[in-house]
């Protein structure tokens, strides 16, 4: 199992297109608003209870780092577009894609940022299929993936900066 770094968490969010009142506001400041909040959203997936994982299928991993990310708001700005990049990220990496409609997508992901929809609930909709996995880190590969996900998805992420 490859779990994201915090680092690979805020390369995400410095990837995210964002408005140009935003990028001037941002710029020369930090994007990370609380590193306390980023480390928790990080961790979450790999909590434990009693010696056992607390999630236990990598849907319900993934589902928990999007729903702490899109909660917590770690970020200046773009968590929940974070969360959805970071967890589509980590399934991919993990040999999992994401199959869904924008549409529903959107839905869910809102849905969880605005606690309506459980991390359980959110990780049962979740349709994957399986691909090649990347289970060892490499900078120039992983950021040529992210790229290519938030390409992929950019209707989606245009829609939850409007949320």
Do not use: C
Request: aromatic share 6%.
């Amino acid at each position: 199992m490859r779990y994201l770094t915090v680092d690979e968490l805020i390369y995400i969010n410095e990837q995210l297109p964002t408005a140009d009142r935003i990028h001037r506001i941002l710029k020369g400041k930090q994007r990370v608003r609380d590193m306390g909040l980023l480390e928790a959203a990080w961790g979450r997936p790999m909590q434990t209870v009693f010696g056992q994982d607390a999630y236990l299928t990598l849907p319900e991993k993934a589902a928990a780092l999007l729903h702490s990310l899109a909660r917590n708001h770690p970020f200046a700005d773009g968590n929940k577009r974070t969360a959805a990049i970071a967890a589509i990220f980590m399934l991919r990496v993990n040999g999992l894609r994401v199959t869904w409609e924008t549409a529903d997508a959107l839905e869910n992901i809102v849905a969880v940022a605005e606690g309506k929809l459980s991390v359980a609930d959110f990780a049962a909709w979740l349709p994957v299929a399986p691909v090649a996995p990347s289970p060892e880190p490499d900078a120039e590969a992983d950021a040529r993936m992210i790229a290519a996900i938030i390409h992929e998805h950019s209707h989606l992420l245009d829609e939850l900066a409007k949320r």
